[in-house]
RNA sequence: GGGCCCGUAGCUCAAUGGCAGAGCAAGUGACUCUUAAUCACUUUGUUGGAGGUUCAAGUCCUCCCGGGCUCACCA
């Protein structure tokens, strides 16, 4: 039984599992573990037979509060407003900012599987007068509101201060105002020049109704209204904001002492660290992150959630390391154990749970998707590597009948992020050169037995004209070994340390196949008459 | 300064309080057609440290060290 499988059998009847995020910036990897954890979550309430709302709601009227994401001349006019009514930035047709970089994420999540149930917009959700009464209870309970932050948070707000935030009828921002005064019907409202630093105000001030999507609850309260009005049961959140007297604390303490309702399960779980680091788009490691979402597949990104706890720190480092072959290799093994087919070591139970909250499609059939042949990461890098190599045909030719669709499919995506990976990360190691430039003095390691069996390959291949194919130099390989009692392992060897100038390498028939024979006849002869100076 | 999470083999991680274990890496060997594959075998530990509870502690308690996150004017 895996984790999601645990809190799902510690609660009953129907629930409603919900996220939400402010669409300010782009998504980067580790704040995918959030909405993978979420969609698990409730295919783990499902599967347990629990009738499951899975809701997902963007906070597009939190104001804007950071410049770096707006163009310069529209820094003044728009920081503080919310994200709802802000021009998209990018200037792609979008209705808005909000709306611009929601997609983004919307089609991100898509794209791991995640399809909530139902998107909800704040900027939809309050016109409509919805949370109205969470507006009024809010105001009617201000001392208790302005309590609780003191005594849960230790922030003080002055004795007027209202927990809304009306947006400016003239300057339409919401992030630079206050409310000091409520009289039951309307507040008074003034947009301060210098409220908060990163906005500044336009200095009206007004009595307008909060009601109907003119005002806005702060943060800690509309999370706590979100519950109450969706009935919210089940509600994962990042440990920023789960820590001690954070935003979790105050908007638990919001629910039961102003809105009188218990608040949702909490599920807080920690964040991807690459490199013994958090994960930022601010901090530098942002291009990093944006190009491990590209080079991971969606499944195994997914697995790389799942198999951990929420609230163990998952360590990620694709650089320079074999982190991300190992992702694929673990995945396959999980899927070989789950197909019944052996695997090597053993696994925890609940290690089948784990790939099916890994795969795509919550109604995926986990025996055939398990029982899909999967070519191995590492040997993919090496054949693609190789030119002249009909990588598909290869890998047929290795699981002994044709492809389904299915696996075609696989494999491709696969191939896909080998590319990337040898691209990107992958250490020098994992990279295939041929020494064009002469024989490596790592060939001095050559005894005479290997010699002579070079020697005999030379001759082999070039009386009769060299081979095409691969299949046909690897045979002329063994044969060469044979007729030298040669075991064919150091037969190889000496191939790759004249070629390669290392001990290990691809399948060599195909490597010298791809190479020109005259520069293979070349380069052997060199191994056998040269040994490398530097050496006695 | 407060709080939370974490610390187990080189790396990534397991172990209802009951003989510290896997994968990967590394090493040795095998292999006449998958040779960076496959198979067999092998090495690696003061479980961050010190106390305490217990017949028994990686696990529970206290303190310390280290790493990370977070709160104290935002969402």
Same mark, same amino acid.
């Given at each position: 039984?895996?984790?999601?499988?645990? #809190?799902?059998?510690?609660?009953?009847?129907p629930q409603?599992?919900?996220?939400?995020?402010?669409p300010?910036?782009?998504?980067h990897?580790?704040?995918?573990? =959030?909405?993978?954890?979420?969609?698990?979550v409730?295919?783990?309430?499902?599967?347990?037979?629990?009738?499951?709302?899975?809701?997902?709601?963007i906070?597009?009227m939190?104001?804007?509060d950071?410049?770096s994401?707006?163009?310069?001349?529209?820094?003044?006019?728009?920081?503080g407003a *919310?994200?709802?009514?802000?021009p998209d930035?990018a200037?792609?047709?979008h209705?808005?900012?909000a709306?611009?970089?929601?997609?983004? $994420?919307?089609?991100?999540?898509? =794209? #791991?599987?995640i399809r909530?149930?139902?998107?909800?917009?704040?900027?939809?959700?309050y016109?409509?007068?919805n949370?109205?009464?969470?507006?009024?209870?809010?105001?009617d309970?201000a001392?208790?509101v302005?309590?609780?932050?003191?005594?849960?948070?230790?922030?003080?707000h002055?004795?007027?201060?209202h927990?809304?935030?009306?947006?400016?009828?003239?300057?339409?921002?919401?992030?630079?105002?206050i409310v000091?005064?409520?009289d039951?019907?309307?507040?008074?409202y003034?947009?301060r020049?210098?409220l908060?630093?990163w906005a500044a105000?336009? =200095?009206s001030? =007004?009595?307008?109704?909060?009601?109907?999507?003119r005002a806005?609850?702060?943060?800690n309260?509309?999370?706590?209204?979100?519950?109450?009005? $969706?009935?919210?049961?089940?509600?994962?959140?990042g440990?920023?904001?789960?820590t001690a007297?954070g935003?979790?604390?105050?908007?638990d303490?919001?629910a039961?002492?102003?809105?009188e309702?218990?608040?949702?399960?909490?599920?807080?779980?920690?964040?991807?660290?690459?490199?013994?680091k958090?994960?930022s788009?601010?901090?530098?490691?942002?291009?990093?992150?944006h190009?491990?979402?590209?080079?991971?597949?969606?499944?195994?990104?997914r697995?790389?959630?799942?198999?951990?706890?929420?609230n163990?720190?998952v360590? $990620? @480092?694709?650089e320079?390391?074999?982190a991300?072959?190992?992702l694929?290799?673990?995945f396959?093994?999980?899927?070989?154990?789950?197909?019944?087919?052996?695997?090597?070591?053993?696994?925890?139970a609940?290690?089948?749970?784990?790939?099916?909250?890994?795969?795509?499609?919550?109604?995926?059939d986990?025996?055939?998707?398990?029982?899909?042949?999967?070519?191995?990461?590492s040997?993919?890098?090496l054949?693609?590597?190789?030119?002249?190599?009909?990588?598909?045909?290869?890998?047929?030719?290795?699981?002994?009948?044709p492809?389904?669709?299915?696996?075609r499919?696989?494999?491709?995506e696969?191939?896909?992020s080998?590319?990337?990976?040898?691209?990107?990360?992958?250490p020098?190691?994992?990279?295939?050169?041929v020494?064009?430039?002469?024989?490596?003095? @790592?060939?001095?390691?050559?005894d005479?037995?290997q010699?002579?069996?070079?020697?005999?390959?030379?001759?082999?291949?070039?009386t009769?004209?060299?081979?095409?194919t691969?299949?046909?130099?690897?045979?002329a390989?063994f044969?060469?070994?044979q007729?030298?009692?040669?075991?064919?392992?150091?037969?190889?060897?000496?191939i790759?340390?004249?070629?390669l100038?290392?001990?290990?390498? *691809?399948?060599?028939?195909?490597?010298?196949?791809?190479?020109? *024979?005259a520069f293979?006849i070349?380069r052997?002869?060199e191994a056998?008459?040269?040994?490398?100076?530097?050496?006695?």
């Amino acid at each position: 039984m895996d984790w999601a499988d645990e #809190l799902a059998a510690r609660v009953s009847g129907p629930q409603v599992v919900n996220d939400s995020k402010t669409p300010s910036g782009t998504v980067h990897v580790g704040s995918l573990r =959030g909405p993978v954890i979420l969609d698990v979550v409730a295919r783990a309430l499902r599967a347990a037979g629990i009738p499951t709302t899975l809701l997902y709601g963007i906070d597009d009227m939190d104001p804007m509060d950071a410049q770096s994401l707006l163009t310069p001349d529209a820094v003044d006019r728009y920081m503080g407003a *919310p994200l709802a009514s802000i021009p998209d930035q990018a200037g792609d047709g979008h209705a808005s900012y909000a709306r611009h970089h929601a997609q983004t $994420f919307v089609e991100t999540f898509a =794209g #791991l599987g995640i399809r909530p149930d139902r998107y909800y917009w704040m900027s939809e959700i309050y016109p409509t007068g919805n949370l109205d009464p969470f507006i009024r209870l809010a105001l009617d309970r201000a001392h208790v509101v302005r309590d609780i932050y003191r005594r849960v948070a230790n922030v003080r707000h002055p004795d007027a201060w209202h927990p809304i935030s009306v947006i400016c009828e003239r300057c339409g921002k919401v992030g630079t105002t206050i409310v000091t005064h409520w009289d039951g019907d309307r507040v008074y409202y003034e947009c301060r020049p210098d409220l908060v630093k990163w906005a500044a105000g336009c =200095g009206s001030a =007004g009595w307008v109704s909060p009601f109907g999507g003119r005002a806005k609850l702060p943060w800690n309260l509309e999370w706590a209204a979100q519950w109450s009005l $969706f009935g919210v049961t089940i509600e994962p959140c990042g440990k920023d904001l789960a820590t001690a007297g954070g935003s979790r604390d105050r908007s638990d303490a919001i629910a039961r002492e102003v809105f009188e309702r218990e608040p949702p399960i909490n599920v807080p779980y920690e964040f991807l660290n690459v490199g013994g680091k958090k994960m930022s788009t601010s901090k530098g490691k942002g291009a990093a992150a944006h190009a491990i979402a590209d080079t991971i597949p969606p499944e195994q990104l997914r697995f790389l959630f799942v198999r951990s706890r929420p609230n163990q720190v998952v360590e $990620f @480092e694709p650089e320079g390391t074999d982190a991300i072959p190992r992702l694929f290799d673990e995945f396959d093994r999980y899927a070989d154990a789950t197909a019944g087919r052996p695997f090597r070591g053993e696994l925890a139970a609940g290690f089948d749970a784990t790939l099916r909250y890994s795969l795509l499609d919550p109604d995926a059939d986990l025996a055939a998707e398990a029982g899909a042949y999967r070519a191995a990461f590492s040997h993919l890098a090496l054949l693609v590597q190789i030119p002249g190599v009909d990588v598909v045909a290869r890998i047929e030719a290795e699981k002994g009948s044709p492809l389904t669709a299915r696996e075609r499919a696989a494999l491709d995506e696969r191939i896909i992020s080998v590319g990337r990976w040898l691209e990107a990360y992958a250490p020098d190691r994992a990279r295939l050169a041929v020494r064009r430039d002469g024989l490596p003095e @790592e060939a001095a390691a050559l005894d005479d037995q290997q010699r002579a069996f070079l020697a005999r390959l030379a001759q082999a291949v070039t009386t009769p004209g060299a081979p095409v194919t691969g299949e046909a130099w690897q045979g002329a390989i063994f044969t060469a070994a044979q007729a030298d009692e040669l075991p064919s392992g150091r037969a190889f060897t000496a191939i790759y340390l004249a070629f390669l100038g290392r001990s290990n390498g *691809p399948r060599a028939g195909w490597l010298l196949s791809s190479l020109e *024979p005259a520069f293979v006849i070349g380069r052997l002869h060199e191994a056998v008459a040269n040994v490398p100076g530097g050496l006695a």
